[in-house]
């Protein structure tokens, strides 16, 4: 992966995939604050989907989440949402989480001019 992208270019990719995006890709990487994953739209750009985003979180809400048993598998393929991209360093942040769709969609409709 590269993060040599112009600033040009990642002003695209946000506006192009903005926050609320479905995304699919494969968890390359373990670690205890969540998985990096790669993307399949988008294999070039570090991926992160914080333990905080698992959808765990939301299916099994009493279970305490451990380190590495119940994070995704490395090689495991998983669905996500763009939930922001960082400038410094350049990657993105995932979530699983649907609690947030309703802020998602407010945002692509603001995006398209639509009233909310």
């Known amino acids: 992966m590269t ?3 112009t600033q040009d270019e990642w002003d695209k990719l946000i506006v192009t995939y903005p926050a609320g995006t479905p995304m699919t890709g494969v968890v390359k990487n373990q670690q205890q604050y969540g998985v990096w994953v ?3 739209e988008l ?3 570090p991926a992160l989907l914080e333990i905080i985003h698992f959808e765990a979180i939301e299916t099994t809400p009493n279970q305490k ?3 590495p048993d119940s994070f995704p598998a490395v090689g495991k393929q998983i669905s996500c949402r763009v939930l922001a991209w ?3 360093p350049k990657d993105v942040r995932l979530t699983q989480l649907s609690h947030l769709d309703w802020s998602h969609e407010r945002f692509l409709h603001e995006q398209e001019g639509d009233d909310v």
């Open 3 to 5: 993060n040599e992208f």
């Open 38 to 40: 790669t993307l399949d």
């Open 43 to 45: 294999p070039e750009i």
């Open 65 to 67: 989440l451990t380190f």
């Open 86 to 88: 960082c400038e410094f």
